[in-house]
C-alpha cells in the first residue's frame, strides 16, 4: 500500500533547462509535503517543503507546487546544473495523531548532462 | 562539525549476531527517528521518540529494539541479525513530532553473511 509514488524512476535533462519531478499520493489526510535530494552513500537532504494551504513554495531555483484536488506535487529545478544530479525523494506527513512519521516515495534518479 | 551522525558507517556481520548503531544530533531537536532503505530504495520509518518517548514503532521485528538514554541519542540494536535484514539504516532528527523537515545522518550499511 504505497501512500506515497514517483513514477518516473530516472530523468535526463541538459544543463540550463527545467527539471521536473512528480510525486503523486492517495491519503487525502497529508497535510505537509517535502522534497529531499540523496547523493550515494549519504543521508537525504531537505531541499523544500510546502504546506497544504499552499499551491506553490519557491526557494532559489527551487520551487514546488501543490495540486490537492489532483493529489499531485512537482519539484521543478531551474536551471538544472550537474550538481542536482542526485536522487530526489517527495515525501509526506500529516493525518490526526501527528507523528512527524514521513512517508516517502520510492524516489527519482536525475541526470543533469553538462 | 556533523549535525546528525551515526556509526558504524559499514557494518558486515553473521547471521544470529548482535549488533548495533548509534546516533546522535547535535541540534537540540526533542524527535529522532530510525528510517530502513531496503533493497528496493524505498526509505521507511521503523521507530520514532520525542524527548526519550516512544512514539512510533512500526511493524518491525522484536529483535529490533531503540534505546534513547537522552534526547540526543537514539540507537539501534538488533538480535540474532537475518540475511534479511541486510539494508541501509538512517538516522534522523527533527526540533519537535509536528515539525518534520527532518535531518538525516549518513546512513548505515548493514550487511549480513
Known amino acids: 500500500d504505497q501512500q506515497v509514488k514517483q513514477n518516473s524512476p530516472s530523468l535526463s535533462v541538459q544543463e540550463g533547462r527545467i527539471s521536473i519531478l512528480n510525486c503523486d499520493y492517495t491519503?487525502?489526510?497529508?497535510?505537509?509535503f517535502l522534497w529531499y535530494k540523496k547523493y550515494p552513500a549519504e543521508g537525504p537532504t531537505f531541499l523544500i517543503s510546502?504546506?497544504?494551504?499552499?499551491d506553490k513554495n519557491e526557494d532559489g531555483r527551487f520551487t514546488v507546487f501543490l495540486n490537492k484536488s489532483a493529489k499531485h506535487l512537482s519539484l521543478h529545478i531551474v536551471p538544472s546544473q550537474p550538481g542536482d544530479s542526485a536522487v530526489y525523494f517527495c515525501a509526506a506527513s500529516g493525518g490526526s495523531g501527528n507523528t512527524g512519521k514521513l512517508i516517502f516515495g520510492q524516489g527519482t534518479t536525475l541526470q543533469v548532462k553538462p | 562539525d556533523t549535525a546528525v551522525s551515526q556509526t558504524p558507517k559499514y557494518l558486515v556481520t553473521q547471521m544470529g549476531n548482535d549488533k548495533s548503531i548509534k546516533c546522535e544530533q547535535n541540534?537540540?531537536?526533542?524527535?529522532m527517528y530510525w528510517y530502513k532503505q531496503d533493497s528496493k530504495k524505498f526509505l521507511k520509518i521503523m521507530f520514532s521518540?520525542?524527548?526519550?518517548?516512544?512514539?512510533i514503532n512500526e511493524t518491525v521485528p522484536n529483535r529490533f529494539s531503540p534505546k534513547s538514554p537522552d534526547k540526543a541519542h537514539l540507537n539501534l540494536h538488533i538480535n540474532s541479525l537475518e540475511l534479511g535484514d541486510s539494508a541501509v539504516y538512517f538516522c534522523?532528527?527533527?526540533?519537535?513530532?509536528?515539525?518534520?523537515?527532518?535531518?538525516f545522518g549518513q546512513g548505515t550499511r548493514l550487511t549480513v553473511v
Open positions: 510546502i504546506s497544504s494551504i499552499k
Open positions: 534522523a532528527s527533527s526540533p519537535s513530532r509536528v515539525l518534520t523537515e527532518a535531518f
Open positions: 491519503n487525502s489526510m497529508f497535510d505537509y
Open positions: 521518540y520525542n524527548n526519550k518517548e516512544l512514539i
Open positions: 541540534l537540540g531537536h526533542d524527535t
